[in-house]
């Protein structure tokens, strides 16, 4: 799979979600390279269809994409209750739980989520797997002050954290001004004890474990998207 046939996929995918922003919708805006498609397609209905819509960003990454194409931002003090929020992930199981957070929004992506009526993921099929945890760390978002502690109790339960760092060795810094552990667990066996373990630690902010939150999937494959409904599998 060359890197043109991924591209292709994920753009397919995007912008077969981004049908579903219908007129005066409140949407989120996840984070991530194949959701910037998705932004890009909403912005182009905009300007295309007279849509009228209000996004709400996820992150300084989709809140500049969303300014370049022209979507109208609001806030979740006006629009606490968002009817649509399109996302990618990292990794997604048979039942639609996610790991997300590889690019840093983790936390906001998570309270746009559960804000939302639906939460629309949209990846390339690279990204499904058997079981959480197979070759992909869970990002935690902690607090500066209490990196070290958070870092200790994450081994306890069986984590190996590494502290996400930027070009040159220093801290990765999330928008919200916190560090980032990636934590390899292996294969989680059971991703919501161990989501309940981890928010327990005190200094952790959240977790990169979002699970039970994905309503459908669109999985951009090498000639076509499928579409994977929560519904569906039960």
């Given at each position: 799979m060359g890197i043109n046939w991924v591209e292709d996929a994920k753009r397919?995918?995007?912008?077969e979600a981004a049908k579903n922003v219908k007129d005066d919708f409140?949407?989120?805006?996840?984070?991530?390279?194949?959701?910037?498609?998705a932004i890009e397609a909403i912005g182009r209905r905009i300007r295309e269809e007279d849509l009228h819509v209000l996004g709400i960003p996820t992150s300084y990454q989709s809140f500049l994409l969303a300014v370049r194409f022209g979507i109208p931002l609001t806030t979740l003090y006006?629009?606490?209750?968002?009817?649509?929020?399109?996302?990618?992930?990292?990794?997604i199981d048979p039942n639609l739980n996610l790991i997300k957070g590889m690019g840093g929004a983790l936390?906001?992506?998570k309270i746009i989520a559960a804000a939302s009526n639906r939460l629309i993921i949209v990846v390339d099929e690279r990204k499904m797997t058997d079981k959480l945890g197979r070759n992909q760390p869970?990002?935690?978002?902690?607090?500066?002050?209490a990196e070290p502690i958070v870092a200790r109790e994450i081994r306890k339960i069986g984590g190996k954290p590494s502290l996400r760092e930027v070009k040159g060795g220093a801290p990765y810094i999330t928008?919200?001004?916190?560090?980032?552990?990636?934590?390899?667990f292996g294969v989680i066996e059971n991703p919501y004890e161990l989501n309940e373990k981890l928010k327990m630690i005190p200094g952790v902010v959240?977790?990169?474990?979002?699970l039970g939150m994905a309503h459908t999937v669109y999985m951009g494959a090498k000639t076509t998207v499928k579409i994977i409904d929560k519904k569906a599998i039960g």
């Open positions: 397919r995918a995007a912008l409140v949407i989120g805006l996840g984070s991530g390279s194949t959701v910037a498609y006006e629009h606490p209750e968002i009817n649509l929020t399109i996302d990618g992930a990292d990794q936390t906001r992506e869970v990002p935690v978002e902690v607090l500066p002050f928008d919200n001004g916190n560090f980032i552990l990636d934590v390899d959240e977790t990169g474990l979002f």
